[in-house]
């Protein structure tokens, strides 16, 4: 079982920036594909970014590209979620989630290990 850990999130202005940590514990992360989802009120769970074992391998929703940066620290069993210029509709919450994947995805099902969850929300 590993065991899943949000924080860093809160409430911050538009254009302004957060990073979301993620602390696993139970056992060492670095055979687990790791993502980011999100779930605003009334909307289904959503990618948000996954990043591989080897935390070479990448991959953004589209419509964050270039805002938002994933990344790991299988040392520290540590994922982090930097969040830059942020805007209104990326108020959500925002999980964490582990998975023993032999092709990272971007589906939420396919997923082993979820956080509960920290709140996000940009004002205008």
């Known amino acids: 079982q590993v065991q899943l850990v949000e924080s860093g999130g809160g409430l911050v202005q538009a254009g302004g920036s957060l990073r979301l940590s993620c602390a696993a514990s139970?056992?060492?992360?670095?055979?687990?594909?790791m993502g980011w989802f999100r779930q605003a009120p009334g909307k289904e769970r959503e990618f948000v970014a996954f990043?591989?074992?080897?935390?070479?391998?990448?991959d953004y929703a589209d419509s964050l590209k270039g805002r938002f940066t994933i990344s790991r620290d299988n040392a520290k069993n540590m994922v982090y979620l930097r969040m830059n210029d942020l805007k209104p509709e990326d108020t959500a919450v925002y999980y964490c989630?582990?998975?023993?994947?032999?092709?990272?995805?971007?589906?939420?099902?396919?997923?082993?290990?979820w956080g509960q969850g920290t709140q996000v929300t940009v004002s205008s």
């Open positions: 990043i591989a074992t080897n935390g070479v391998t990448i």
């Open positions: 989630a582990a998975g023993m994947l032999y092709i990272p995805s971007r589906r939420p099902e396919r997923y082993d290990f």
């Open positions: 139970g056992r060492a992360l670095n055979s687990y594909i």
